[in-house]
């Protein structure tokens, strides 16, 4: 079964820090890709997604991640954090062989303002 | 578009009973999924529908079964309720698998926030 690393538990940045949340997934076939963000209280929302193509994908809110296939990574990316991006993050991969959607632990981000 | 709905949003158990939970989405899609989130663990995956009339385990299945009703319904059933249940469980619903891939996105429900005691 596969699996989806998280790197950091928790991450504390002043705001207009730049950001960099490290994933990385086991599974050597072709997966999809997702960074998801839970704000304090909410339900999972989408961030950005890669299924194919151009590897740096841009998602809402001024993320961006880049899919780097030799190193089985899909890193989240901000060049400056603001107060409100004060959430938990999670990194998934879905498989299609199998229909699996694995999960990180997920990294909670503290912004300070 | 509600999108995807669960019920109730809390309950509070006592060891040994039972209950359902609820959910339905509107957004026709084809999977449906029951995840439980831990702190520090993520998303666990439960029990999923890739399509009306089909259910497969997941990660963490014991303990948990589940229902398609139909393709807006899936449940999940806690047959006797253990406090190692206790947790926020999410229902989410992706649209039809395809060779590209390209509906796999999940969209998620607001979460049913279980106390088992």
């Known amino acids: 079964a596969q699996s989806v690393s998280q790197h950091n538990h928790h991450v504390i940045l002043s705001e207009a820090a730049s950001l960099e949340l490290g994933c990385n997934y086991s599974?050597?076939?072709?997966?999809?890709l997702f960074w998801y963000v839970q704000y304090p209280g909410q339900h999972l929302q989408l961030l950005l997604k890669y299924f194919s193509g151009d590897p740096l994908v841009k998602g809402i809110k001024g993320f961006e991640a880049e899919f780097i296939k030799s190193k089985f990574s899909f890193n989240l990316r901000k060049p400056s954090v603001q107060w409100s991006d004060t959430a938990e993050y999670f990194c998934a991969a879905f498989t299609l062989n199998n229909n699996d959607m694995r999960f990180g632990a997920g990294t909670r981000l503290t912004v300070k303002p | 578009n509600a999108g995807v709905t669960q019920t109730p949003k809390f309950q509070v158990l006592k060891t040994g009973q039972s209950m359902t939970l609820q959910c339905a989405q509107d957004m026709n899609h084809n999977s449906m999924y029951w995840y439980r989130q831990d702190p520090g663990m993520g998303l666990r995956l439960i029990y999923y529908?890739?399509?009306?009339?089909?259910?497969d385990k997941g990660e963490v299945p014991n303990g948990y079964n589940v229902s398609r009703l139909n393709k807006r319904e899936f449940s999940l059933r806690l047959e006797s309720a253990a406090p190692s249940q206790t947790s926020v469980y999410f229902c989410?619903?992706?649209?039809?698998?395809?060779?590209?891939?390209?509906?796999?996105?999940?969209?998620f429900g607001p979460g049913t926030r279980l106390t088992v005691l």
């Open positions: 989410a619903s992706s649209g039809a698998r395809t060779l590209t891939l390209s509906y796999n996105e999940q969209f």
């Open positions: 529908s890739a399509s009306e009339g089909t259910t």
């Open positions: 599974y050597g076939g072709t997966v999809n």
